[in-house]
């Protein structure tokens, strides 16, 4: 099983950039998919998370309204469109699949395969 993850950068405060994560070695569209991120000295946190469907999402409220989780099954991709970028949104980004479909869990417990990251800077 893997998870790459990749379209990680560094962006200018208010830039955009989207991450795509590609799967292989599953039945992509019977997970959930879900973004976490961590920053140095902190704990891994929760970003987004969509159902095995896709119709179905969940947000983190410090990114709601800014970031858009999506999938393609057809590719076995996962994106994160990423808008407005703060400096505080500077982090390696992770994602994961869970098998639980349709929790949409923001507990990172709960997901059974993860990505290797990708690098988000964010510049004042």
């Known amino acids: 099983v893997q998870l790459q993850a990749s379209g990680g950068g560094l962006v200018q405060a208010g830039g955009s950039l989207r991450l795509s994560c590609a799967a292989s070695g599953i039945t992509y569209s019977n997970y959930d998919m879900g973004w976490f991120r961590q920053s140095p000295g902190k704990e891994r946190e929760f970003v987004a998370a969509?159902?095995?469907?896709?119709?179905?999402?969940s947000y983190a409220e410090s990114v709601k309204g800014r970031f858009t989780i999506s999938r393609d099954n057809a590719k076995n991709t996962v994106y994160l469109q990423m808008i407005s970028l703060k400096p505080e949104d500077t982090a390696v980004y992770y994602c994961?699949?869970?098998?639980?479909?349709?929790?949409?869990?923001?507990?990172?417990?709960?997901?059974?395969?993860w990505g290797q990251g990708t690098q988000v800077t964010v510049s004042s």
């Open positions: 969509i159902s095995w469907i896709g119709g179905r999402t």
């Open positions: 994961a699949g869970s098998s639980r479909q349709g929790v949409l869990s923001a507990s990172s417990r709960v997901y059974d395969y």
